[in-house]
C-alpha cells in the first residue's frame, strides 16, 4: 500500500519561510518521479515543482528563485524549501509520485497523491 504524507505546513507571515517534507511508503521511492502541487480555494490544482528519479528540477514560474525541491532516496523523502513566501502562495500543498518522467507539470503523470498541509501565507 502506498503512502504519501505531507508535513510542515503552517502560518507565516509575509516573506516568510516554510520547508515542506513528503515521507513515501510502500514504493521504490528512487525510481518514483516526484511533484508538488497546490490548490487554493476555488481553483485548479497547479503545478509548483518537480524532481525526476535523475534528480532534474522543474518549476512553475511563480515560484523560480524562491522554491526548491530536493529529494532523499537514504530517507524515501522529497521536500519543498520555500522562501520568500507570499498571499498568493496559499493553498493546500500536495505532494504526488509518478512512474513516469514525462510532463512532470501536470497531474495526470502521478499515480499516488498525500492528502496535503496547509500553508498560509499572511500580508
Known amino acids: 500500500q502506498v503512502q504519501l504524507v505531507e508535513s510542515g505546513g503552517g502560518l507565516v507571515q509575509a516573506g516568510g519561510s516554510l520547508r515542506l517534507s513528503c515521507a513515501a511508503s510502500?514504493?521504490?521511492?528512487?525510481?518514483?518521479?516526484m511533484g508538488w502541487f497546490r490548490q487554493a480555494p476555488g481553483k485548479d490544482r497547479e503545478f509548483v515543482a518537480a524532481?525526476?528519479?535523475?534528480?532534474?528540477?522543474y518549476y512553475a514560474d511563480s515560484v523560480k528563485g524562491r522554491f526548491t525541491i530536493s529529494r532523499d532516496n537514504a530517507k524515501n523523502t522529497v521536500y519543498l524549501q520555500m522562501n520568500s513566501l507570499k498571499p498568493e502562495d496559499t493553498a493546500v500543498y500536495y505532494c504526488?509520485?509518478?512512474?513516469?518522467?514525462?510532463?512532470?507539470?501536470?497531474?495526470?503523470?502521478?499515480?499516488?497523491w498525500g492528502q496535503g498541509t496547509q500553508v498560509t501565507a499572511s500580508s
Open positions: 524532481v525526476d528519479w535523475h534528480g532534474i528540477t
Open positions: 510502500g514504493l521504490t521511492f528512487s525510481r518514483y518521479g
Open positions: 504526488a509520485a509518478g512512474l513516469t518522467s514525462l510532463r512532470p507539470a501536470s497531474v495526470v503523470a502521478y499515480d499516488y
